[in-house]
């Protein structure tokens, strides 16, 4: 009963949530130019006079860089975290939006609304959807279900530098029972995700060194070693004919999927054929028993990112070259060792090097993958609530990419992070022309209604 009442107060304040949410969009508070350092104080100057104005206690905390919004409210449920960002992605080429980035607007695309401007979805749409749920509770109930600490951030789009630094000042403050991150979208146009495996990453950039000096081929080809022969050679060995990484070891900490996850990976039916096909290619080229969702959100992979050596200049030149490189990265996942893949890695390469060549590294430091915890009962709580509300039931997904936020919050904090979000894949963050699903902000609004309400509820 009490649930239906907030939804109800959520539809009829839209209206006024979109006001409030265009005011946000005009502050250009676009992190990494130093141009905009005052509208990223006034961005969070605004947060913090919204959550006060919800009865949230909350301030301004200043950093070296852009600063943090923490806001605390106590309630009878568990201590979420909510974090958001506040900071935008420039917008130049600006020729290329059809209006003022921070002049921002609902318009009618197609018969359906949206919100375009500048941070509409990533992330001042996605932070407010949250924000606006506790303002349509608080104002029913006069209180929130669970006690909240609000935290967002202004320098997510330019690296983040201040946040580890604050969170591990900050960490007693932060500390909470589950932390939800809204900075994610959903899958396809519809079926809400919870993010619970975020792959990590892993790169070699290295240099072998044959002959002491570039060689001419007429006087040395046929009785010299060329690197660019040997460094082929190791390069097109790392996978097999079934797509399968060949170092040793490589494959110990991977881990099968939960069944029920496995289902609803199935239950997705993710056309594998049209995701290739909008890039010009066809056939999955991951290992080949394996589902092609699988290959993007739960398995590793290696790739030769780049690759250089002799002369590439015009015309030609018969050099046999002194050495070759090349760069290549690891997609982790599970409880993959960085460290241990990059000594098989090495033991590798060595291994497959004439005695006497030599090689250098130019080393970057490693990150292993997140997985959070699925058995903590807020998981399936979160993902029951957004089932209810949109007309597929919510899944448990992969994310191919990385997104460090939800690591620290595990490794600083020790919480578990849920990454829901209500972003679409055309939405065009970091584009010109980005926009929001006014569908998708007021699904949001009512989805975090909705996931409070299971989160307080015992058991
Ligand atoms: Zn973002």
Redesign the pocket.
């Known amino acids: 009963m009490s649930l239906e009442t907030v939804l109800s107060r959520i539809d009829q304040d839209l209206p006024a949530a979109i006001e409030r949410l265009l005011e946000l969009l005009r502050i250009p508070s676009i992190s990494t130019d130093p141009a905009y350092r005052n509208d990223c104080q006034t961005a969070a100057d605004w947060l913090v006079s919204d959550l006060q104005s919800i009865g949230i206690e909350s301030e301004k905390r200043q950093t070296p860089g852009h600063p943090m919004v923490v806001g605390h409210i106590d309630g009878p449920g568990p201590h979420i975290l909510f974090y958001g960002?506040y900071d935008v992605q420039p917008v130049d080429p600006l020729d290329l939006w059809d209006r003022d980035p921070f002049d921002p607007a609902l318009e009618d695309v197609d018969g359906h609304k949206v919100i375009r401007g500048r941070g509409s979805s990533?992330?001042k749409g996605q932070l407010m959807t949250f924000v606006e749920a506790c303002r349509a509770w608080k104002s029913v109930h006069g209180s929130l279900p669970c006690k909240i600490t609000f935290f967002f951030e202004g320098e997510?789009?330019s690296g983040s530098p201040s946040l580890i630094p604050f969170m591990k000042e900050n960490a007693e403050e932060l500390k909470s029972d589950v932390a939800l991150i809204c900075?994610t979208g959903l899958f396809g146009d519809s079926t809400p995700t919870i993010v619970t495996m975020l792959r990590g990453l892993l790169g070699e950039d290295f240099t072998i060194t044959g002959p002491d000096r570039d060689l001419h081929s007429g006087m040395y080809g046929g009785i010299a070693m060329n690197p660019i022969r040997v460094l082929t050679r190791i390069l097109a060995d790392l996978h097999d004919d079934t797509g399968r990484v060949t170092l040793p070891g490589f494959y110990d900490g991977v881990e099968e999927l939960p069944e029920d996850v496995l289902a609803q990976w199935q239950g997705l039916n993710f056309d594998h054929a049209a995701f290739l096909g909008e890039v010009g290619l066809k056939e999955p080229a991951g290992e080949q028993d394996r589902m092609p969702i699988e290959m993007i959100w739960s398995r590793p992979t290696c790739d030769v990112n780049g690759i250089w050596g002799g002369y590439t200049g015009a015309g030609f030149k018969t050099v046999l070259p002194s050495q070759a490189s090349a760069k290549v990265s690891f997609r982790l996942v599970g409880k993959q060792d960085p460290d241990a893949i990059r000594k098989s890695f090495r033991d590798y390469v060595e291994s497959r090097l004439p005695e006497e060549f030599s090689i250098e590294y130019r080393t970057e430091k490693g990150s292993p993958a997140s997985q959070m915890s699925i058995d903590n009962p807020a998981f399936e709580k979160a993902r029951r609530a957004l089932s209810d509300e949109w007309p597929h039931p919510a899944a448990y997904v992969g994310c191919g990419g990385s997104i460090p936020i939800a690591g620290y919050f595990k490794d600083i904090l020790g919480t578990d992070a849920m990454l829901i979000g209500f972003g679409k894949d055309d939405d065009q963050?970091h584009s010109p022309n980005e926009k929001y699903d006014l569908s998708s902000f007021h699904h949001g609004v009512r989805s975090w209604a909705r996931i409070l309400d299971a989160l307080a509820k015992q058991g």
Do not use: F
């Open positions: 960002h990533d992330d997510e789009e900075d963050i």
